[in-house]
């Protein structure tokens, strides 16, 4: 079913900044400086999406540097996420939660590793 009122929030961690590159097939990113909070809001995401309508997807680049205390370890470069939205047909909140992600990038092998 279609939802709406789509935002994904998370919080990055101290030692991680935001470029403000972005690539977004939908929607919008904005970044708080003070909160240090990306926002990726959709108004709209129709049923079927990334199935046979088109995927819907936000990518944002962000600078890391690891501290002194993190040295052989993996860095989180993002904290916990979250995404709220409203599903329109029987009008229920809809909440996905996400665990933060670190270096160790396991869904790209050609990235990743521990801070040296």
């Not at 990055?12 to 097939?25: A, Q």
């Not at 995927?55 to 995404?83: G, R």
């Not at 270096?103 to 521990?114: F, I, Y």
Request: glycine letters at 6%.
């Amino acid at each position: 079913n279609d939802i709406e009122n789509v935002q994904v929030k998370t919080i990055l961690p101290l030692g991680v900044r935001f470029t403000n590159k972005t690539s977004l097939t939908i929607g919008e990113i904005s970044f708080n400086n003070q909160t240090n909070e990306v926002v990726w809001k959709i108004n709209k995401v129709p049923a079927g999406s990334g199935f046979y309508r088109q995927v819907v997807e936000a990518i944002f680049q962000v600078a890391v540097t690891p501290s002194i205390v993190e040295v052989d370890a993996y860095k989180t470069i993002l904290n916990n996420s979250e995404l709220t939205a409203n599903e329109i047909f029987v009008n229920l909140p809809v909440v996905v939660q996400d665990k933060s992600i670190n270096s160790q990038l396991p869904h790209d092998p050609t990235h990743g590793g521990k801070v040296q």
